[in-house]
């Protein structure tokens, strides 16, 4: 589940970087929707070529549009960014593709994830700091950092819906069988540059 309420941490991405991969996903999705590849080109930044994790969440008048993203880095970072616009714009099961003419009324927001820690203890869980996946064998569920704040959430509810979210009853994360992993995100948006 994805959200527009800000939380997260800095990665050390920069101004310039957050707003290069942010015109990134929008020129990647306008591209699709008039039937072209997207132009890229390779970023100068070290840190934009590293392999993160990350998801592309999108908005319209303030109702999520869309909202996809790799947990772990298996790219670099642009590419990943490249990858999931275009997901979470044409391939999100929960809403239809997005059409050229909504293109201009999407809010775009990156989250870049921190590499995901397991813990046994969930008192390590901090609301608003931390993202949650709770994975039990087929079963697997990822809330990010943002969600929680955005609901108002405590930890054991956050636990919980990240459980419904797998697919799973709430409360199995008490299940020793069930592995939580936390991770942290650098969270950003085109409002963030709008002045």
Same mark, same amino acid.
């Given at each position: ?60 008048? #303030? %109702? ?20 999931? $616009? ?53 079963? %697997? ?6 969600? $929680?704040?955005?609901? #108002? ?23 020793? $069988? ?18």
């Amino acid at each position: 589940m994805c959200s527009s309420e800000k939380s997260g941490i800095s990665l050390g991405l920069t101004d310039e970087e957050k707003k290069y991969l942010l015109r990134l996903a929008r020129e990647t999705i306008r591209a699709k929707t008039e039937k072209k590849e997207p132009q890229v080109a390779p970023p100068t930044s070290k840190i934009l070529h590293e392999k993160r994790g990350a998801f592309v969440t999108l908005h319209k008048m #303030g %109702q999520l549009r869309g909202c996809i993203g790799y947990i772990e880095g298996i790219k670099p970072l642009y590419l990943t960014i490249v990858d999931m $616009a275009e997901a979470a714009a044409f391939n999100d099961p929960r809403f239809p593709p997005v059409a050229k003419q909504e293109v201009e009324d999407l809010d775009i927001e990156i989250s870049v994830l921190t590499p995901l820690e397991k813990i046994d203890d969930p008192q390590k869980i901090e609301v608003g700091k931390h993202g949650i996946l709770v994975r039990k064998g087929p079963f %697997q569920g990822l809330l990010l950092p943002q969600v $929680a704040t955005e609901y #108002g959430w405590d930890r054991e509810t956050f636990l919980d819906q990240t459980c419904i979210k797998a697919g799973m009853a709430p409360g199995c994360w008490k299940d020793p $069988a069930t592995e939580i992993y936390i991770f942290s995100a650098d969270i950003f948006s085109e409002k963030d540059f709008a002045k």
